[in-house]
């Protein structure tokens, strides 16, 4: 394959001035703003500001407000990526078997992903709504009292069960697609081999789905983390009280609505390393299981 040049060499420099930019302007320059704040005590409309060293970080560890967001933002992702990814999967190999209204099927089961996650917030309440709520009324008749907003585990419920709603959607046009680009014959040498459904899918097709699924964790982790912010936000109302909300969103109320810019500066210097951390853990250990075809 020919390679392409420049004649100009100030051209592809050229071309990478925007985006470099983007880059520069909305993630470097907030990072290292964020990482001086974090040593400094401001007051609420940034007049003065007093350093602190290592207070905030201090204060932020011994804090029981924060080792409660800790928890549930680890078990809040750990059951959106796992059932995001559970039900979709399920749901792209039955979608996969279907022969006819496939197309009808497929949309139906995609269109959720048009929907923004404030939006996607908004129909949880009036789902979840405790006087009218269709999904409240069929756990009363279970005998279930669900009072999303009041309850610390109903509203916890809830954010999950919308989070993975809208999520499902997006996993399913992966999981599809990877079902889909599996070579006929591979399937049909498969079939000879074992005549098992659920043998041939675990041996065969879980394998070759592995590049898929390994984008798409990475993908889900990330959602759970930082994407389900409208969601939380809206569900919560504005106001979190005793209500779960994890580290991304904790961040915003203490910032934003509590003042405290130093404190909340420390909690994203904090969100930042844990994240970079898990990225590197991701594709340092996982990826090296994954075989690229």
Known sequence: MKRAAFTNRWLPILLLVPQISIIGIFFYWPAIHALRSSFYLQDPFGFSETFVGFANYASLFNSASYGRAAIFTVSFTLLVTILSLGIALLLAVKADKVVRGAKTYRTLLMWVY???PPVAGVMGLILFNQSWG???DLFKSLGWDFALGVNYYDT???MVLISVWK?????FIFFLSGLQSIPKSVREAAMIDNRSAAGRFWDVTFPLLAPTGFFLLITNITYSLFDTFGI?????K???GNNPMTLVYKVYVDGFRGNDL???SAQSVVLMVLVLAMTVFQFRLVERRIHYT
């Open 262 to 264: 130093g404190g909340s």
């Open 167 to 171: 999520q499902i959607p997006v996993n």
């Open 156 to 158: 916890a419920f809830a």
């Open 232 to 236: 939380i936000d809206t569900v919560v």
């Open 114 to 116: 048009a929907v923004a």
């Open 238 to 240: 504005g106001e979190p």
């Open 134 to 136: 269709p999904i409240s």
